[in-house]
């Protein structure tokens, strides 16, 4: 395995030099912040970034997330330009010899939470999500509420350009059903795995966070079933998943060991976290450890060994703890302690045989 970590570059609260310093650290995961879906990643800044993480030793090992246009995952006539953009941008990447993109194909909304700082009962900061409190809300509540909570952090998918013109956006999916967004993903599929498979960029798509219906847009990327039905609309191993334990894992009824068993090896990429069930369609994202949350890490991670996964693997979401001030989720101290876990998974796994 590949141990990484996500860095956003210079505007990140942490410091490239405190990220090397964690042990066994191969590389980051980056993203330019702030670049709109659709605009090209131009070959100089994707080489400003890497130079950024070489100054310290470390390679951009992969890039999320490389944001898919509305027009495409709408399908609408503009679709085929956007697309065009996409496609540039994966050969700047492995031209700058990147080859990992993780991206989603979600309706306006990556991922949301209730409340990005839910003071825990040491003290420390959790994100939550409450399915109770978005049944009071209108959609663009939820964008006003994640910004409000922000405390001057640039969000990845909340991007305040995307709030100004919400309204439009969301009647942009109104007509759009679950089958209309899977061949939409078909159409854009077949657009670029030709170009990854001449460029050797392996595609990973991010499950939804939460994998339930949201706002009545659709999602395709919930759990096995979705998964799969992904998977068969194109053959081609360099078009794969993101396994995010914490997202598909925040639905008890995804039985997580038994996924990676059935598509194991499509999965290019693995987030690593916790959650703690607090409810129905309720739960907070706890600290990495078995323990401290409702997964079994070391039966994630053994399956993951046993399906010989060897690509890159990072600590998801973290608590805020020890009073740091970073953006919501991803701190330095809690983020550091995961990696550090599940690579005594690793180790433990490993020596003890599969």
């Known amino acids: 395995m590949q141990w990484g970590f996500r860095w956003y570059g210079k505007q990140d609260s ?6 090397a310093q964690i042990p066994g650290i191969n590389g980051v995961i980056g993203t330019l912040l702030g670049k709109l879906p659709g605009t090209v990643w131009e070959i100089s800044e994707i080489q400003a970034l890497q130079a950024q993480a070489a100054k310290k030793n470390l390679t951009v090992l992969g890039i999320e997330s490389v944001a898919v246009h509305d027009a495409i995952k709408a399908g609408t006539a503009k679709r085929d330009d956007y697309i065009d953009n996409y496609i540039q941008t994966i050969r700047n990447l492995a031209a700058c010899g990147i080859h990992l993109i993780c991206y989603s194909f979600k309706p306006i909304f990556g991922w949301a939470k209730t409340d990005l700082f ?15 409190v978005v049944n009071q809300m209108e959609p663009s509540q939820m964008y006003q509420l994640i910004h409000s909570q922000s405390r001057g952090f640039k969000l990845p998918g909340w991007e305040a350009e995307r709030l100004k013109k919400f309204d439009e956006l ?20 077949t657009r670029i795995i030709p170009v990854c498979e001449e460029v050797r960029v392996k595609m990973a798509i991010h499950p939804d966070d939460p994998p339930w219906e949201l706002f009545g847009l659709p999602r395709i990327t919930k759990n096995l079933t979705d998964l799969q039905t992904i998977l068969n609309l194109v053959d081609s191993p360099y078009h794969g998943l993101t396994f995010c ?17 059935q598509v194991g090896e499509r999965i290019h990429f ?4 916790n959650v703690a069930y607090l409810g129905e369609q309720h739960f907070k994202e706890s600290a990495h450890l078995s323990t401290q949350g409702s997964l079994d890490m070391y039966a994630i991670m053994k399956a993951l060994m046993e399906q010989g996964f060897d690509g890159v693997i990072r600590p998801d979401h973290g608590r805020t703890i020890w009073d740091e001030v970073a953006m919501p989720g991803y701190g330095l101290y809690d983020r550091a302690l995961g990696i550090s876990y599940l690579q005594g998974l690793h180790e433990a796994i490993l020596k003890g045989g599969l």
């Not at 914490?246 to 068993?261: C, E, F, Q, R, Y």
């Open 14 to 19: 942490i410091p490239i030099e405190h990220v």
């Open 118 to 132: 839910y003071e825990n009962q040491d003290g420390s900061f959790s994100l939550v999500y409450d399915q109770a």
């Open 170 to 189: 969301f009647a942009l999916y109104q007509d759009v059903t679950e089958a209309d967004l899977l061949e939409n993903l078909r159409y854009f599929l």
């Open 245 to 261: 334990t914490g997202s598909l894992g925040a639905d008890p009824n995804n039985d997580l060991v038994d996924m990676i068993k």
């Open 270 to 273: 693995v987030h690593f976290r």
